[in-house]
């Protein structure tokens, strides 16, 4: 079924002649967010995901929250280690031994039931809605967003490259390939824009890579969030992320109106 969202952020790009805003700018994060949760979540609603959580079969264990950290990468520890800081004796705090030993492995042990109804509860906590933020900016957002702007790339290079960091990671694992790869192999292909290369040639070659990487592994087969999203802004021009956007992810029609 198809299913077509309405939402509406300001766009900040160029055209008065300023400054083009890259994704530090609160308005193009948002945008960010609605893209990245359209793909992970089916919905442009992100900020209802901190309760989200589930095993979706890929080797990783629970995926959950704002962008899908996981039992099995290590991440979603640092949710959980982030938060007992902040609220000693939290309800998901007596969880901290299974998470550190579940770690590298798909494995509930010591988890299950007890630590999904606690995290979906845990939700409702601004403490802990702050602990997800922090993980996400500190391991994926920042980082990609520094990088991207180190290539020379404008507010959609910088979403593609945080996108790429959320799904993929940094560095290669066990039947998996990094934003470390992924960009290396583009820019063997061609030149991003700090050194002097077109950046709709450059990003278009990182999506080639990006492509490939999913097709490597077992658990992402679904190469429409690249094809069908991301390489439509390309094509398009969209490089500061201007609204309107249009897109479809797994066959659903999404929007992001200006307003």
Same mark, same amino acid.
């Given at each position: 079924m198809t299913v077509s969202v309405l939402s509406g952020c300001s766009s900040a790009g160029s055209a008065a002649g300023g400054p083009e805003a890259g994704l530090d700018?609160?308005?193009?994060?948002?945008?960010a967010m609605q893209l990245v949760s359209s793909a992970e979540n089916s919905s442009l609603d992100w900020k209802a995901q901190y309760k989200y959580i589930e095993d979706i079969g890929d080797g990783r264990g629970y995926t959950a929250g704002i962008i899908g950290f996981c039992s099995g990468t290590g991440d979603m520890l640092k949710v959980v280690e982030r938060y007992a800081a902040a609220r000693p004796g939290n309800p998901l705090?007596?969880?901290?031994?299974?998470?550190? *030993?579940v770690r590298g492995s798909d494995a509930h042990? &010591?988890? &299950?039931?007890?630590f999904t109804e606690a995290w979906a509860e845990a939700a409702a906590d601004p403490a802990f809605r702050s602990a997800q933020d922090a993980e996400?900016?500190?391991s994926y957002f920042d980082p990609a967003v520094a990088r991207a702007e180190t290539d020379g790339l404008g507010a959609l290079g910088q979403f593609i490259y945080y996108d790429a960091y959320v799904m993929h990671g940094y &560095?290669?694992?066990d039947g998996t390939v990094g934003f470390r790869t992924i960009r290396r192999e583009a820019i063997a292909a061609t030149a991003?824009?700090?050194?002097?290369?077109?950046? *709709? *040639?450059?990003?278009n070659a990182f999506l080639d890579a990006r492509v490939a990487a999913i097709r490597?592994?077992? $658990?992402? $087969?679904d190469t429409s969030r690249i094809e069908t999203a991301q390489r439509v802004f390309v094509r398009e021009g969209r490089f500061g992320l201007e609204t309107p956007l249009r897109w479809?992810?797994?066959?659903?029609r999404y929007r992001i109106d200006a307003r």
């Open positions: 700018d609160p308005a193009k994060k948002e945008i705090a007596r969880f901290l031994p299974a998470l550190r *030993a042990d &010591g988890l &299950g039931r007890p996400r900016d500190r &560095g290669d694992t991003p824009p700090a050194r002097g290369g077109d950046e *709709a *040639a450059y990003l490597k592994e077992p $658990s992402h $087969s479809r992810v797994y066959g659903d």
